[in-house]
């Protein structure tokens, strides 16, 4: 009988170097709206399940080779397999919080310094994809990263790579409307009050007759 259109859920990704403390925040994140009482998913990329993520597993892990491009292109792919889920999930009124998204996608490829791929290179397969209603970057400094103990055993988890990454992520960044810088350096607690903050007021401008947009 009513009329009365669903509330759209908010597309939120969540970006940051590793050991920002990307995953532990996204989880208490999708508690925090839970508990608001709206529909929350949390999904991350790369999604490694499917076939294609299997492929990026695989590279990431060493365990096989893949050209720049290539390995850039399936990256992108992977989320353009769950792109239309993704805009109904929106649709039908569930927030979507993303670990990772088209802007890691841009910045460790472009930090491997191929002279044929460069940020605008990277940036073009991501054209179209669903548009991030808020993006936080979890700002975390060399030193307090070091802190955070050594790298993992996965390609790009090494000082050259992840130096390189911070730059670029500032470069883009810096461009990028709807950015919400957050400084990871403090404790989880008052990590996780900034990121809600910062959620509550994105979730209070959308309404029903604001649509998601796309990348471009
Ligand atoms: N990564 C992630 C990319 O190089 N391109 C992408 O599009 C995405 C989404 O994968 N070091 C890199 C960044 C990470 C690595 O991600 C694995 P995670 O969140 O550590 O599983
Ligand atoms: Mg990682």
């Avoid at 076939?51 to 365990?63: C, P, Q, W």
């Avoid at 990772?100 to 994809?129: C, D, M």
Wanted: net charge negative; glycine share 6%; hydrophobic share 35%.
């Amino acid at each position: 009988l009513s009329t009365r259109p669903t509330r759209r859920g908010a597309l939120i990704v969540v970006e940051g170097l590793d050991r920002a403390g990307k995953s532990s925040q996204c989880e208490m994140l999708r508690d925090f709206i839970s508990k608001r009482g709206d529909e929350v998913k949390y999904i991350r990329f790369p999604d490694r399940t499917t076939a294609i993520g299997k492929l990026i597993d695989s590279y990431l892990r060493g365990s096989s080779h893949q050209d720049d491009h290539s390995i850039h292109l399936l990256f992108s792919a992977n989320r353009w397999e769950v792109a239309k889920s993704i805009e109904e999930d929106i649709a039908s009124g569930t927030t979507v919080i993303v670990d990772r998204y088209s802007y890691s996608g841009v910045v460790y490829s472009a930090a491997k310094a191929n002279p044929t791929l460069s940020l605008e290179w990277a940036w073009q397969p991501e054209i179209g994809l669903p548009r991030p209603d808020i993006c936080l970057f979890l700002s975390i400094s060399p030193e307090e990263a070091a802190k955070r103990g050594g790298f993992g055993a996965e390609r790009y988890e090494n000082e050259t790579m992840q130096s390189r990454v911070r730059e670029l992520f500032r470069t883009i960044f810096e461009k990028q409307q709807d950015v919400s810088i957050i400084d990871a350096g403090k404790s989880i607690e008052e990590v996780a009050q900034g990121i809600q903050g910062a959620v509550s007021d994105c979730i209070a401008r959308l309404d029903a007759t604001t649509p998601l947009r796309k990348l471009e």
